[in-house]
């Protein structure tokens, strides 16, 4: 499936400021590190924590939903083939 430009910009954009602050600020590669430039030391506190926390609920939502969404079609495709009584 592809998504082009709009769809992957997102990941790109993470990319390299995770990159930038990994290889040129020497920063451990966290998604409150991409905040360095922009957040200073803040990014150390609690607005940092934040960060991180907010980051890791958005990943298990979005592969939640992924597997969800991805269960109710092979259901419907079972039961399409007649496999399975609805």
């Known amino acids: ?3 082009g430009f709009a769809g992957w910009s997102p990941y790109l954009c993470m990319a390299i400021c995770a990159g930038l602050a990994s290889y ?3 920063l451990p590669l966290t ?3 991409s905040f360095y430039p922009i957040l200073g030391d803040y990014c ?3 607005m940092g924590d934040m960060i991180d926390a907010w980051s890791i609920v958005m990943t298990v939502a979005g592969v939640c939903t992924s597997l969800g969404l991805g269960t109710m079609q092979l259901a419907a495709g079972i039961i399409r083939l007649g496999w399975v009584d609805p």
Do not use: K, N, P
Request: aromatic share 42%.
């Open 1 to 3: 499936y592809h998504w």
């Open 24 to 26: 040129r600020f020497g």
């Open 31 to 33: 998604i409150r590190s």
């Open 44 to 46: 150390w506190g609690w």
